[in-house]
């Protein structure tokens, strides 16, 4: 299934602006800049001092300000997974991110083809559960076996699986990724609720779904007694789609949590690449070149200076300081360092003011981005 993505994503389509474009669109000229910051004082603490809740029908789950994306682990064809060499610093990761806070993490039953699942659960193995805060994602993929002879209960019947590779009796937060027609949000909705009624998951949520479909499922789980309690989708300071076109907005008013995916743009944001060294061509889906982010990263660059803290944490906690839960992968120790230094305090607004006249709008597409 890894090899979906990647072939997907090699055709064209991109999760960062729709089929790949050479030239990020820019923020509206109208756009309120400070409707979605939150309130002054916030400042996003590590867990559990600081905590995100996620509404669920028996029980609530309580995680970090911060997520950690696993789809790199075990993906060969995008990511380029050496389990020989990277396992062991990535469990070295994990416990610097338990020691900093940061006890949430995102995977998908696609990645890896379920490899990043078995992952997950080997990091957690022996660990009280209610330390640490898994989530994975099902994704209606058409080739799917398991889609095809299960297709009204396709969650459901893929969410046991995941627990068999995980070893876990259940997973605390579980979403729906990528586009379903309208009339079928009630069948999906239902399978959904079947997995939090026999136990399977403690939350359901969404992920890249427009205002409109995921307030069409927020009406289709509360049949059920279910609040949806996230939506996922790309956001960063070279993708504010999701706050302009109100989306973002539509989420707090709804208690719905905002959680976004490439959070550093696949490493623009990080301070690893430049004109001269752009990311490696695989990553086409984050396909904006180089020389449109390197006024962002300049503006990063002194603000971290100023900070103390690496330029990925400020990329990250500008996305906190929207009240966005920002998805971000790691693979190795520094990353975990550099990343967790988000946490423990917060941009001024002339801060957020000078990155916000350096950042972009983005667009949506049919098949992939809707949110």
Sequence with gaps: ???????ALSAGLSATSGFHSSR???????????????????????????????????????????TIGAWPWGDTATWHWDDATERGPLKQAWQILLKKGVNHIDTAQVYGSGESERICGELVAGMNRNDFVMQTKWWMLPADPENIKHPKDGPFEKLKGTLERMKLDYVDVYLVHGHIHAQ????????????????????????????????????????????????????????????????????????????????LAQGRLS??????NEPPKEYRFSSYPMKYVEPTLEVQNRIAEKRGVSVAAIALNYNLMHGIVPVVGVRKPEQAEQDSAALGWALSREEIAELDQVSFGGKTTALWQQG
Excluded at 1 to 6: D, F, G, I, Y
């Design 1 to 7: 299934m890894q090899h979906v993505l990647q072939t």
């Design 24 to 66: 990020p669109p820019p923020v509206p000229k109208d756009h309120d800049d400070t409707q979605d910051l939150m309130p002054s004082g916030f400042v996003p603490q590590k867990f559990p001092e600081g905590r995100v809740t996620y509404r669920g029908k028996n029980s609530n789950v309580d995680a970090s300000w911060i």
């Design 184 to 263: 079928s949000i009630a069948t999906v909705a239902k399978s959904l609720a079947h997995c939090v009624d026999e136990g399977l998951t403690k939350t359901v949520g969404v992920a890249n779904y427009s205002t409109k479909d995921m307030l069409h499922m927020r009406d289709e789980l509360a049949k059920h007694d279910i609040p949806l309690a996230v939506n996922q989708c790309e956001y960063s300071i070279l993708r504010r789609q999701s706050e302009t076109s109100g989306l973002l907005k539509a989420c707090k008013e709804n208690g719905i949590v905002f959680q976004s995916y490439s959070s």
């Design 271 to 276: 301070g690893k690449y430049s004109s001269s």
